[in-house]
């Protein structure tokens, strides 16, 4: 583990570093040790990086070179990445009729909401005639599974007009 990993929000950059003395870490994580606050700088100027206050109440506090601009970009593109990755309900809308080079191209999409972690519900809606064939609607999911290559979250109801299911894709055996 790198020291210093979680980095607080309210620390010291560059010029608001006081200590005479400092433990400095470089940017790869590999600890110098105690320098003077003048020659942390002055790397930190040599390899156009920031120095960092990680620990203020340590003696000598804990410094760290780091591009903070980019660290902080990283740290909120992770932040966005993990509420994106919550699972969330994805649909797929099938008609009755739908031919076979159409399914494939839904279920192509399908298995993008998938490998990203979303679940999805594929419904189909009956209208008119149609409604006299609920086998064949339901038989229309189960072939857009099988070409989603995915797992059952929900199996198959139906409620009046609306056949439907929900997806999620099948665990990786690692």
């Known amino acids: 583990m790198i020291v210093g990993e979680k980095i607080e929000r309210n620390l010291r950059l560059n010029e608001e570093i006081t200590a005479r003395q400092v433990h400095l870490i470089m940017e790869d994580g590999r600890s110098v040790g105690t320098v003077s606050l003048d020659q942390a700088r002055y790397l930190a100027a040599q390899y156009d990086l920031d120095l960092v206050e990680l620990n203020g109440s340590a003696n000598p506090?804990?410094?760290?070179?780091?591009?903070?601009?980019?660290?902080?970009?990283?740290?909120?593109?992770q932040a966005r990445g993990v509420t994106k990755a919550r699972n969330e309900l994805k649909e797929v809308?099938?008609?009755?009729?739908?031919?076979?080079?159409?399914?494939?191209?839904?279920?192509?999409?399908?298995?993008?909401?998938?490998?990203?972690?979303?679940?999805?519900?594929?419904?189909?809606?009956?209208?008119?005639?149609?409604?006299?064939?609920?086998?064949?609607?339901?038989?229309?999911?189960?072939?857009?599974?099988?070409?989603?290559?995915?797992?059952?979250?929900?199996?198959?109801?139906?409620?009046?007009?609306?056949?439907?299911?929900?997806?999620?894709?099948?665990?990786?055996?690692?």
Do not use: C, W
């Open 61 to 77: 506090p804990i410094v760290r070179l780091l591009d903070f601009n980019k660290y902080r970009y990283q740290q909120e593109k």
């Open 93 to 174: 809308r099938l008609s009755f009729g739908i031919n076979s080079h159409d399914l494939e191209t839904k279920a192509k999409r399908a298995r993008e909401f998938l490998n990203e972690g979303s679940f999805v519900r594929v419904f189909l809606n009956l209208r008119g005639r149609e409604n006299v064939f609920p086998q064949k609607g339901k038989q229309t999911l189960l072939d857009f599974q099988k070409l989603t290559d995915a797992q059952t979250e929900q199996p198959i109801t139906q409620e009046g007009k609306k056949i439907q299911m929900i997806i999620k894709a099948k665990k990786k055996n690692a």
